[in-house]
């Protein structure tokens, strides 16, 4: 009974997963089931629509749901629409077989992670991760090289009219800048941030360029506004991220209250929202925040994510440019998330199994092949 009992709940789990219903939980769980396949079950092909592999799969669960499953293996993967890969990729609307039993999520990252640099010894060489780096620029013009992930404004005694600090952080790193007022603010990779010696009585003004994410102190005397490529974002107190690499500026709001202005218009969002300035217009929807503040929590997270995508956040973490990209279609999407901290090489493999393509590491080139 208990059985007949858990299958109906897998079928249930599966079907609230092909229909886009599930949970950020459920689905984590449906895709700890399915890293528990067995190599020989790649006889369901990947190449069927999702409802017809549905089908198949309902039909067999009953029959293998509470087999003992099998040691975890490198899976051999079918270049099509439907591939999945490991903990970073999966493609949207895959349906796969499961197993009933289950490890942590953390158990199978390591496991995976385990797996894949058992076979990382293809690539020639590797490189490591970004981590805590830039450069102070400061008033006066000096440059200052920072290794502490921390730097705290100068106070007013050292102010100088008109002038600013800058801090630029380079491709592979990573900076938190503690302003005069208690902001903190957390800088992705190819960002700058200008910000005064002093803030003003009435207002405190930054400039940026690239990513941020604010939690800016509250001062209700003293609004605090950010400049990014022609938008202004305003607030008292909150906290919320800022997209500013391209043209177009997109601010997601964790909590608080934001006023984006952008050629004369303006608009208020509220948690759990984006808006994105596009040339003399403001568009808010609802905001992925698991998604837009991940390099925060670091992560990389592709939610619908195509090729092209994926590579310039790897590019820009691991300092790489990728050759021969065009190799790789960008018709499908992608879904997952790794974390920073993990060697270009482990990415690589990942990214191999979801393509069905092989890589390679010379210099500071990713190849394509």
């Known amino acids: 009974m208990k059985e007949q009992e858990s299958s109906d709940q897998a079928k249930a789990l599966l079907k609230k997963y092909l229909e886009g219903q599930c949970t950020a939980a459920e689905e984590q769980q449906v895709l700890r089931w399915f890293y528990t396949l067995d190599q020989s079950e790649n006889e369901l092909s990947v190449n069927e629509n999702p409802p017809d592999l549905a089908s198949r799969i309902n039909a067999r669960l009953d029959a293998q749901l509470f087999d003992e499953p099998v040691p975890l293996k490198r899976m051999s993967w079918v270049r099509s629409k439907w591939m999945v890969a490991a903990t970073l990729i999966t493609i949207s609307g895959f349906s796969f077989w499961f197993y009933q039993k289950l490890s942590s999520p953390t158990q199978i990252t390591l496991t995976l992670a385990a797996e894949v640099r058992s076979h990382n010894k293809t690539f ?85 360029t690239g990513e941020a994410y604010f939690k800016v102190a509250k001062d209700a005397s003293r609004p605090f506004r950010i400049h990014a490529n022609g938008t202004t974002i305003e607030v008292l107190g909150t906290t919320f991220n800022v997209n500013a690499y391209q043209n177009e500026v997109s601010t997601s709001l964790v909590e608080g209250s934001v006023k984006v202005l952008k050629a004369g218009k303006q608009t208020i969002i509220k948690p759990g929202e984006q808006a994105t300035t596009l040339a003399n217009d403001i568009q808010v929807k609802v905001s992925d925040l698991a998604k837009n503040t991940a390099w925060q929590r670091e992560e990389f997270y592709f939610d619908g994510s195509n090729f092209n995508d994926i590579t310039q956040q790897i590019a820009r973490w691991y300092n790489v440019e990728f050759k021969n990209i065009e190799a790789i279609t960008n018709a499908s999407t992608y879904k997952g998330s790794i974390s920073r901290n993990s060697k270009l090489s482990e990415v690589l493999e990942i990214l191999a199994l979801a393509t069905g393509r092989k890589f390679d590491i010379n210099g500071r080139n990713v190849i394509v092949q």
């Open 124 to 208: 020639h060489n590797d490189i490591l991760p970004g981590g805590h780096y830039a450069k102070l620029i400061t008033p006066t013009g000096k440059e200052q090289q920072l290794a502490d992930p921390f730097v705290q404004q100068h106070n007013s005694t050292t102010a100088i009219a008109g002038k600013n600090f800058r801090v630029d952080v380079p491709k592979a790193g990573t900076y938190m800048v503690i302003l005069e007022d208690g902001t903190k603010v957390w800088l992705n990779s190819l960002t700058q941030l200008s910000y005064p010696t002093h803030f003003e009585a009435d207002q405190r003004q930054v400039t940026l």
